[in-house]
């Protein structure tokens, strides 16, 4: 285990904070087009799987009341 020293904390915040401005410059943000299909990809896999989730609640839910009731 690495002991803390004050060498490892010099620069604080502010070197943090430059270091996150370097490291965004370095990545590779989708265009417009591809940012839409992203979009579009999750928000339909969010849906297919909401419906998924609803079908197999109904299904256990009945299949439960009969063996409750």
């Known amino acids: 285990m690495a002991k803390n020293t004050k060498a490892e904390k010099k620069g604080g915040i502010k070197e943090f904070f ?6 965004l410059k370095k990545v590779s943000w989708p265009n417009k087009k591809e940012l839409t299909n992203y979009t579009i990809v999750v928000l339909a896999t969010c849906f297919i799987m909401t419906v998924v989730i609803w ?3 109904l299904v256990f839910h009945q299949f439960l009341s009969i063996f409750i009731s």
């Open 18 to 23: 430059r270091g996150t401005k370097s490291e």
């Open 55 to 57: 079908v197999l609640d």
